[in-house]
């Protein structure tokens, strides 16, 4: 416990590896020792725009926020877990005593402290302190590669099951086949979907989604010439409904459909598709202002919810749906790293694929000194 190297992002596009202080914990923390960290979307956001909305990088912050490691350190609170201990991260630590936490919906809080959203710092170094509620033991069996993975993985859980009610023999769409959009799939198909239909407009992520979830796959038409928005959804709603067979009703309806895209003709598409009566959950983070047909949502009565990040439960039930085998997350991770690497990890990720031409799904880094091919 001799240095903490981490890395930082320093300013659009500018990022070092530091020295940082190692984390000072509370009697109710634990201080974990990350040696997996995958790459979020978020991440290369604020690398490649120093923003995402209103949370500006104003000061060097580290990177990183979807990790797994080993526990270093112990609280003198704490009896649930113990130095050597394999754990899954939940990056957010929040208040606990206001309304939103309160009434078990933590996620809202507005003093949530959440790794990588400045000016908090991220995973990406050796040592990240936690709560020691939010380290989540891992089952022998499962790896740290796969703890990394239980952060993305709690986001479709809290999509899909909290907040879809998703149930077995319901159908699910869901628009973007990028990490979030396939483990929404993995979550559907886990919980005994009848159907599963993806959607992107990239042939080689719905040829993934089909070898692994088994889901039906649907390439959606190019804009026409001068065409608007709204018009493109009309006719890529219809052609979807007709290629796929989707009725407003019965059999070949779609009870739940996700849009982890936040595109803007994939949303009008999405709540054009989704059966009357049906629920319509938007996880991708798009442009802040979308137009969409309200007296669609209203003649069919559409549940509209937002989803954002994970709640009470949702990691909880993404660790037992991997130990119990009923999703598999090692096929999403593409592409492994050294902590040194970092950085082409991130420009690999943000090309969408390696030198090899190699296309991304999930990169994992591992942490300072741990090799690539350790869990």
């Given amino acids: 416990m001799s240095d903490n190297p981490s890395f930082v992002l320093k300013s659009v596009e500018d990022v070092a590896f530091e020295q940082r202080p190692i984390p000072e914990i509370e009697p109710t923390e634990v201080l974990v020792e990350v040696k997996k960290t995958g790459i979020c979307g978020s991440d290369v956001h604020y690398l490649l725009e120093g923003r995402i909305g209103d949370n500006v990088v104003e000061n060097p912050m580290v990177l990183g926020h979807e990790s797994s490691g080993v526990v270093a350190k112990v609280g003198s609170g704490i009896t649930s877990l113990k130095k050597g201990d394999r754990v899954a991260i939940e990056p957010g630590a929040t208040c606990r005593r206001c309304e939103s936490c309160k009434s078990g919906r933590y996620q809202l809080c507005p003093d949530v402290q959440f790794a990588a959203t400045p000016p908090v710092d991220g995973t990406l170094g050796r040592y990240y302190r936690i709560p020691a509620d939010l380290a989540y033991l891992l089952p022998p069996h499962l790896t740290l590669e796969d703890g990394a993975m239980m ?68 390439l959606p038409p190019s804009p026409e010439k001068d065409e608007s928005k709204a018009a493109t959804s009309r006719r890529s709603a219809k052609t979807m409904k007709e290629q796929l067979k989707i009725t407003e009703r019965g059999a070949g309806s779609i009870d739940l459909v996700i849009d982890a895209s936040g595109v803007e003709v994939s949303v009008q598409t999405g709540l054009r598709i989704c059966k009357a009566a049906g629920t319509y959950v938007q996880v991708g983070m798009g442009k802040p202002d979308v137009t969409v047909d309200m007296g669609v949502i209203m003649q069919k009565e559409l549940q509209l919810k937002g989803s954002f990040r994970y709640g009470p439960g949702d990691y909880p039930l993404a660790i037992q749906l991997v130990a119990e085998g009923k999703i598999d997350l090692k096929p999403l991770v593409s592409h492994r790293y050294k902590f040194e690497d970092a950085e082409t990890a991130f420009q690999t990720t943000r090309n969408g694929k390696s030198e090899d031409g190699k296309g991304v799904i999930k990169a994992i880094i591992s942490g300072p000194g741990v090799a690539v091919d350790s869990n």
């Fill in 151 to 218: 952060e993305p993985l709690s986001v479709a859980v809290h999509a899909v099951s909290t907040l879809g009610s998703f149930r077995a023999g319901k159908s699910i769409a869901v628009f973007g086949a990028g990490p979030v959009g396939i483990l929404c799939m993995a979550v559907a198909k886990a919980m005994g979907a009848s159907r599963i239909i993806a959607v992107d407009i990239v042939q080689g992520r719905l040829d993934f989604a089909k070898s692994y979830i088994g889901a039906d796959i649907f």
